[in-house]
Nanobody, 121 residues
C-alpha cells in the first residue's frame, strides 16, 4: 500500500508565501508523474501543477509565475512553492502520484488527504 501525506498548509495574508510538501511512502518501486490539485469552497477539484519523473512541469494558467512545483526523487517527495498568494488561492490542496509498486505492474494513482491553504485579504 502507498500513502501520501501533505504538509505545509496554513493561514497567510495576501501576497505571502507557502511551501507545501507531499511525501509518498509504502511499497514503492518508482513514481511517475506527481502533481498538486486544489478544491476551493463549493468548487470542483482542479489541477494546479504536475511534474514528470524527469522534471518536466505543467501549470494551470492562473498560477503561472507565482507557483513552482519540484520533486526530490530520492525522498519520494513533491513540493509546491506558492508566492504572491491571493484570496482566490484558498482551497484544500491535495497531492497525487502515479506509483509503480513493482516492475511488473502498471502505475496506479494515489491521493493524499489534503492540506488547507487559506489566504486572507
Amino acid at each position: 500500500q502507498v500513502q501520501l501525506v501533505e504538509s505545509g498548509g496554513g493561514l497567510v495574508q495576501a501576497g505571502g508565501s507557502l511551501r507545501l510538501s507531499c511525501e509518498a511512502s509504502g511499497t514503492i518501486f518508482s513514481i511517475n508523474d506527481m502533481g498538486w490539485y486544489r478544491q476551493g469552497p463549493g468548487k470542483q477539484r482542479d489541477l494546479v501543477a504536475t511534474i514528470t519523473s524527469g522534471g518536466g512541469t505543467n501549470y494551470v494558467e492562473s498560477v503561472k509565475g507565482r507557483v513552482t512545483i519540484s520533486r526530490d526523487n530520492a525522498k519520494n517527495t513533491v513540493y509546491l512553492q506558492m508566492n504572491s498568494l491571493k484570496p482566490e488561492d484558498t482551497a484544500v490542496y491535495c497531492c497525487n502520484a502515479h506509483v509503480m509498486v513493482s516492475p511488473t505492474r502498471g502505475a496506479y494513482s494515489y491521493w493524499g488527504q489534503g492540506t488547507q491553504v487559506t489566504v486572507s485579504s
